[in-house]
């Protein structure tokens, strides 16, 4: 009965030291987005077409071709350092989504002055210059207003230098 005992302590133990080793992970797994699209802005339902760097992308709206700037956030330009990542980065999550939706926010223009769309891109409910942020492929750019989520993008880059001292 003693060895039982011993046996089953032990199994808890160890099921309680792995669960405790990964409890970040999976808290991380199963936890909602922080931050949640608004429910009264301008959204559209695109499909992906292609990537031209790692926040400028071409989706299709309304049957047509649509350059898309994404709010907010600035990738390595080509001849930078990480531009190549970045690039791969937002195509890789593009091309792989079930959903991506494009959210103009009420601060800023439509448009830039070459024309491109400025949107924050929804991918699967999270939202891409987010990630982008979070993985260091971007720096938060571009803000000539209070915007919409950008108290998000400030709260990833602030947890980013947190745990990179």
């Not at 994404?70 to 990738?75: H, M, P």
């Not at 001849?79 to 890789?92: I, L, V």
Request: aromatic content about 14%; charged content about 30%; glycine content about 4%.
């Amino acid at each position: 009965m003693k060895r039982r005992k011993f046996q089953l302590r032990y199994i808890l133990y160890l099921l309680l030291a792995i669960f405790g080793a990964f409890e970040h992970k999976i808290q991380n797994y199963f936890a909602p987005s922080e931050v949640v699209m608004s429910n009264e802005t301008i959204k559209y339902e695109v499909s992906y077409r292609y990537i031209l760097d790692g926040d400028t992308a071409v989706f299709r709206l309304d049957g047509e071709d649509v350059t898309c700037r994404f709010l907010a956030v600035d990738t390595p330009e080509i001849e930078e350092e990480g531009y190549e990542e970045a690039r791969k980065y937002s195509d890789r999550l593009l091309r792989n989504a079930r959903r991506i939706t494009l959210e103009l926010d009420p601060a800023s223009p439509d448009h830039d002055k070459f024309e491109r769309l400025l949107a924050w891109v929804w991918v699967d409910n999270d939202l891409l210059q987010g990630k982008l942020v979070e993985n260091k492929h971007a720096e938060i750019r571009y803000l000539f207003n209070e915007y919409l989520y950008t108290d998000y993008l400030y709260k990833i880059q602030d947890q980013n230098n947190v745990t990179a001292d």
